[in-house]
């Protein structure tokens, strides 16, 4: 799987959108984008995911970039149900789900 | 929505013993299942691939004949740590394939080996 760069951490407060940035310069043309969250003491929850075109689902969007090398999760209105370590994955022929250490967004009010 | 579960959410076993956790799709079929291992604040490790009917495909290090990986149908899979050590203790989280590479993630299991 294409190795995926997103910041260790982000603050928001709440009410506020915020937007979650991921690298993923190596990716290749039949890569999907997913991003999964994991909040404490439980099994990651799937987000969203897309292949080029930015993608909105109740909880998200998802803006890929033109050249598909990066893409940015976007929360509307962070709560603090939100607080949680967010996962940008690529996936590849294998469809497995390498995670890296992910971005940890913090939502204060 | 597909919903994953595990059984149990945690356990508690003697050094030496074995201890199965399962892992069940509750309103689709998924040929294909994951299972993961969490260690305190850290990211979730790949364990292996399981397709229902046939082997499991483990992951570099990760050691066949003592995670024991049954995938009968195609609503369960098993996940077997057999003579569990301290060392073993761990999260472990299974999911379930669907369409373009989703995967859905089942609560979570705890396990602590004294």
């Known amino acids: 799987d294409a190795k995926t760069t997103q910041p260790n951490s982000m603050e928001s407060n709440e009410e506020e959108p915020v937007h979650l940035p991921c690298n993923h310069s190596?990716?290749?043309?039949?890569?999907?984008i997913h991003w999964y969250r994991q909040l404490p003491s439980q099994g990651p929850e799937y987000v969203i995911h897309g292949l080029t075109s930015n993608v909105n689902n109740r909880m998200a969007s998802l803006a890929i970039a033109e050249d598909r090398k990066s893409s940015t999760l976007i929360l509307h209105r962070a709560t603090l149900r939100d607080a949680a370590v967010y996962y940008c994955i690529n996936t590849g022929t294998a469809s497995k789900l390498t995670f890296g250490t992910g971005t940890r967004l913090q939502v204060t009010l | 929505g597909a919903v994953v579960s595990q059984h149990p959410s945690w356990v508690i076993c003697k050094s030496g013993t074995s201890v199965k956790i399962e892992c069940r799709s509750l309103d689709f079929q998924a040929t294909t299942m994951f299972w993961y291992r969490q260690f305190p604040k850290q990211s979730l490790m790949l364990m292996a691939t399981?397709?229902?009917?046939?082997?499991?495909?483990?992951e570099q290090g990760v050691e066949k004949d003592k995670f024991l990986i049954n995938h009968a149908s195609l609503t369960l899979s098993t996940l077997t740590v057999t003579s569990a050590h301290p060392e073993d203790s761990s999260f472990y989280i299974c999911?379930?394939?669907?369409?373009?590479?989703?995967?859905?993630f089942g609560p979570g299991t705890r396990l602590t080996v004294l």
């Open positions: 190596t990716i290749s043309g039949t890569d999907y």
């Open positions: 999911s379930a394939r669907v369409a373009t590479d989703t995967q859905y």
């Open positions: 399981s397709n229902e009917g046939s082997k499991a495909t483990y």
